[in-house]
Each structure stands twice: as structure tokens, then as C-alpha cells.
């Protein structure tokens, strides 16, 4: 159990509009610090550009980011990626197609993150009167190095498929809640080995994860909103020191414009 504060900062701030599309610069920085707890703080930046233009009744995008980020102070990854994605508007409903191709480079002794991993992912949200719902489907495969340490091995090479449902409504006058859920299986294809009492063991891995969560929103002003959320996570792996049970609770302030 540990305590920490989270600063997130995202811009889309577009730069170029032309008869052919817009072009879009987009950054964004994470930063978290723990309490009392020793070590695990992090840090992380994206910076990104993508254009966007129309074909017919879809809106098509593709563009390029690139990553950093670092823990206790310590560089331990870069990132780059190409992300294209393409959505319509029909009705009350907008469908969203996205894929993303993102390499890896790890540092130090996180040089076994180093790969690729790619992801397909379908979105449709949907409103009605002031009640907006959103479902999303998404499949994702990992190549990386992973870690070998003598005759043990440990993958970080899932194929991940994932189901996810978010649903906001009003609530009385200034609130709003959203309610969430997630689905997600993780298989390894090559089985993990390790030592237990001199000798060499295999075991497959394969995770299914839960998570639901809540988070009511209070509007103070036309860019200011407070928030308090709630989440819970449990994995429960074919490996034992997999499995967890996680509870998050947070309060925060929330500036949009």
C-alpha cells in the first residue's frame, strides 16, 4: 500500500488547416510521486503529429510519437510509434477504428522490454439524451526480447484481447457519474522456467484480468471540474506470484479548455 499524487497534462493544438486536411501537434507528460514510499516514482513524456482528413463519411488519421520515460530519475525506456485510426459519425452513434505500432527501446536492466508491440482496437459510443455509453474491443501482440537469467526465463511477450464499457450520466445538476469495466486475457506463448530447490521448472502463463471502476465529477466552473474516483483491479494468473488484488481511491481537480 502506498500514497502518491499524479499530474497529467495532454494538448492537441492544431497548427495547419488546408484544403487536403488538418495537421495536429499533440503532447503529453505524466509525473508521480509516492509519499513515504521509497523509490518507483515516475515521469513520462509523449510528443506526436498527426493528420487528419475526410474520405466520403469517414474521418481518416495517421501520424507519428515519440516517448520517453523514467523511474526514481533513472531512464528506462524510449518509445516510437506510428498510429493511424479512421472514424464516422452515423446518427447518435461514432464508430472508431485505431491501430498503433509501437517500438520499444529499454535501458539498463530493463533492456528485455526492447520490441514491438501492436494493437487494433474498435470503438462505439453512443448517446442518448444526456447519457453517453461507449464499447470497446481490442487485440494486442507483443515481440520483446524478455528476460533470460541463466537457465530461467520470464516473457513480457503477451497477445492480449480486451473488452471494455464506459457509461456517463447526469447526476442532479453539477454532477455526473461514470462507471466503467474491463476484460482482459493475456497468453504467453513460450512457458516461463525457474529454480525451486535446485530444480528447473516450466510453466505456462496465462492472466485474466477484471477491473471496474467509478468516478463522479462535480462542475465548479465552464473549465474547472473536481472528481473522486474509485477503482478495483484484481489478475488472477496460471502462475501464482502473478496474481494480485489492487484497490485505488483518488480525489482530484480537472482543467479543460
Excluded: C
Amino acid at each position: 500500500s502506498a500514497g502518491y499524487a499524479d499530474a497529467l497534462a495532454n494538448l492537441a493544438y492544431p497548427f495547419l488547416d488546408t484544403a487536403s486536411g488538418s495537421t495536429v501537434f499533440r503532447a503529453d507528460l505524466h509525473l508521480r510521486q509516492h509519499g513515504d514510499e521509497a523509490g518507483y516514482d515516475q515521469q513520462s513524456g509523449e510528443l506526436g503529429v498527426r493528420h487528419y482528413w475526410g474520405v466520403g463519411a469517414w474521418r481518416l488519421g495517421t501520424g507519428v510519437e515519440g516517448g520517453a520515460a523514467w523511474l526514481d530519475g533513472e531512464s528506462y525506456q524510449s518509445t516510437g510509434a506510428v498510429v493511424a485510426d479512421a472514424r464516422r459519425v452515423f446518427g447518435a452513434n461514432t464508430a472508431t477504428l485505431r491501430y498503433e505500432g509501437l517500438h520499444v527501446a529499454g535501458e539498463g536492466e530493463y533492456v528485455y522490454l526492447d520490441g514491438w508491440r501492436h494493437r487494433a482496437q474498435g470503438l462505439l459510443a453512443r448517446s442518448v439524451g444526456a447519457y453517453r455509453a461507449r464499447g470497446e474491443v481490442a487485440w494486442e501482440i507483443n515481440d520483446r526480447r524478455d528476460l533470460t537469467v541463466g537457465d530461467e526465463f520470464s516473457s513480457h511477450s503477451p497477445e492480449r484481447r480486451e473488452l471494455g464499457l464506459t457509461v456517463s450520466s447526469p447526476v442532479l445538476r453539477e454532477y455526473s457519474l461514470e462507471l466503467r469495466g474491463r476484460y482482459r486475457t493475456s497468453d504467453y506463448d513460450e512457458p516461463n522456467r525457474f529454480e525451486q530447490d535446485g530444480v528447473l521448472l516450466k510453466q505456462s502463463r496465462g492472466d485474466t484480468l477484471i477491473a471496474t471502476g467509478a468516478r463522479l465529477r462535480l462542475r465548479k466552473a465552464q473549465d474547472w471540474n473536481w472528481f473522486a474516483d474509485y477503482q478495483f483491479s484484481r489478475n488472477d494468473s496460471s502462475i501464482d506470484a502473478f496474481d494480485y488484488a489492487r484497490h485505488v481511491a483518488a480525489i482530484g481537480v480537472e482543467w479543460l479548455r
